[in-house]
């Protein structure tokens, strides 16, 4: 390899290890034309260095890296870019055409569940990689709310297999945020960062503990821009996914935490209605499922007293069940 080349290689490596935790995927998925296997050789030369070094965290952490693009790479032939290319193509231009309709979108993916895989999301990069590169800047925000909007029906599409849709979202997710930058489009990176955490927290392949730990980093992330003075309705919710991952790793402490300061937002989102008693019980109604999570954290940590506290301020008679029913 040239020495330019390898001074490209280098400065990705430094990137990916200098970036805030979470954000290595952004980086990667803006430098996919760079992870080849003139990538990975020097990869593995940068950990044995760190290894030599004494610094075996940073080796094992680069090695981890360039096994995961190792497994992740996916074999394309000429025929699957024919083939998957015009596929890709209609299924964007479907979405663009019919403003992200899902029944028209379902209908489509629906016939075609056989190419909703790793080619087709490799492509989905490759393509849109290639595309965001000489687009302009108005150009490349409508082929973003375009990727946006497919990765949001895609995640929600409940045929053909769930793994590969997930990673078909978290692509399309990743992609975006390569033009939702914080800086320009605070309230798009929020909201793909929110959508990026629910992808990651319902993903099946790979290791838990890594989809847990990207899927707080998008939440955490999304919170930084859905704050609860100017989005506390946006801000309730990324909390309330944010609690899901909490509970359901069994993190009660921080469940706690989060649940309280998610029911602290709806209440007082509650207090600001002024139409009427029926418009609070159908907001009650709408959270109820965040007041019968945090029921059952307050049990899993002892606190019955704040759990029958919680039923209480819930306004909604069916949590008394969770006591009756909890052994």
């Not at 070094?53 to 096994?67: F, K, Y």
């Amino acid at each position: 390899m040239n020495e330019q080349r390898l001074q490209v290689y280098y400065q990705l490596i430094e990137s990916l290890l200098n970036c805030p935790n979470g954000e290595e995927p952004k980086i990667l998925v803006a430098n996919t034309e760079l992870l080849d296997a003139g990538f990975l050789q020097v990869l593995a030369a940068v950990a044995d260095n760190f290894a030599q070094q004494g610094n075996e965290n940073t080796a094992n952490w680069l090695r981890n890296l360039a096994t995961q693009l190792t497994s992740e790479a996916t074999p394309i032939t000429p025929e699957d870019i024919e083939i998957y290319g015009q596929f890709l193509q209609e299924v964007l231009l479907k979405t663009l055409e019919s403003n992200g309709d899902a029944q028209v979108i379902y209908q489509l993916l629906a016939t075609n569940t056989d190419k909703l895989n790793d080619i087709f999301a490799e492509l989905l990069h490759r393509w849109a990689t290639n595309t965001l590169a000489a687009a302009e800047p108005d150009a490349a925000a409508d082929i973003a709310a375009v990727i946006f909007d497919l990765s949001n029906l895609i995640q929600q599409f409940t045929l053909g297999s769930k793994a590969s849709n997930m990673k078909i979202a978290i692509a399309g997710y990743e992609i975006a945020l390569t033009v939702y930058t914080r800086s320009g489009f605070p309230v798009d990176w929020a909201m793909t960062q929110n959508n990026l955490g629910n992808a990651y927290s319902h993903r099946i392949l790979k290791e838990q503990a890594e989809n847990i730990e990207m899927a707080i980093a998008a939440y955490t992330a999304a919170l930084e821009v859905y704050t609860r003075s100017a989005f506390p309705q946006d801000h309730a919710k990324t909390l309330f996914n944010l609690d899901f991952v909490y509970q359901d790793t069994k993190q009660f402490d921080l469940a706690y935490t989060t649940f309280a300061s998610a029911i602290a937002t709806v209440e007082a989102l509650r207090g600001d209605i002024i139409s009427g008693e029926e418009a609070k019980r159908k907001q009650a109604e709408e959270w109820n499922q965040l007041y019968r999570r945090m029921v059952e954290v307050c049990l899993a940590l002892g606190r019955d007293t704040e759990a029958i506290e919680y039923i209480e301020r819930s306004k909604t008679r069916n949590l008394v069940e969770l006591i009756l029913n909890f052994s």
